[in-house]
C-alpha cells in the first residue's frame, strides 16, 4: 500500500471517530515529576460529582471506574509533594468521599504501549 493511500484511509478513520492520536508524555518533561496513584472511594450517590471534579483537575492524568472496595482509580502527577499533599488533603472533591488511598510512583516501565527506551529490546 502507497504511503498516500495509508493517509487517506487513517484521515477516513479519524473521521469516523474509529481512530484517535494521542501523544504520551513524560510527567517530568512538563515538570511534573512526583507521580501518584489514587484509589478513591466515593460516596455512592457522589461518584459523578467526584469523577467529574476529578477529571477536570489539572493534575489528573487518567481517572478510571473499578470494581472491589473503591470505585475509582486516578493516576495523578504533580510538581512536588506539597501539591501532592494539598491535591489530598484540601481539594474539594474530598467532601464527598470516604477514603482515599495513596501510592507513590517509583518508576514507569510503560507508557501508552511504548516501552522505556532504558530497557532495551
Known amino acids: 500500500m502507497s504511503e ?3 493517509w487517506r484511509r487513517l ?3 479519524r473521521r469516523e471517530g474509529r481512530v484517535w492520536i494521542r501523544a504520551v508524555i513524560e510527567p517530568v518533561l512538563l515538570g511534573l515529576p512526583v507521580e501518584a496513584v489514587l484509589w478513591v472511594r466515593a460516596v455512592p450517590a457522589a461518584v459523578g460529582t467526584v ?3 476529578l477529571s477536570c483537575s489539572a493534575h489528573v492524568r487518567y481517572v478510571s471506574f473499578v470494581t472491589g472496595e473503591r470505585q475509582l ?3 495523578a502527577a504533580f510538581p512536588d509533594e506539597a501539591a501532592l499533599h494539598d491535591f489530598v488533603t484540601r481539594s474539594t ?3 464527598d468521599t470516604a477514603s482515599v488511598d495513596v ?4 518508576g514507569s516501565l510503560e507508557r ?5 527506551p532504558w530497557l532495551g529490546d
Do not use: D, I, K, P
Not at 501508552?112 to 522505556?116: D, E, H, K
Open 11 to 13: 484521515g477516513a478513520l
Open 51 to 53: 469523577t467529574a471534579a
Open 73 to 75: 482509580l486516578v493516576l
Open 4 to 6: 498516500a493511500t495509508a
Open 112 to 116: 501508552g504501549g511504548m516501552l522505556a
Open 93 to 95: 472533591w474530598l467532601r
Open 103 to 106: 501510592s507513590m510512583v517509583l
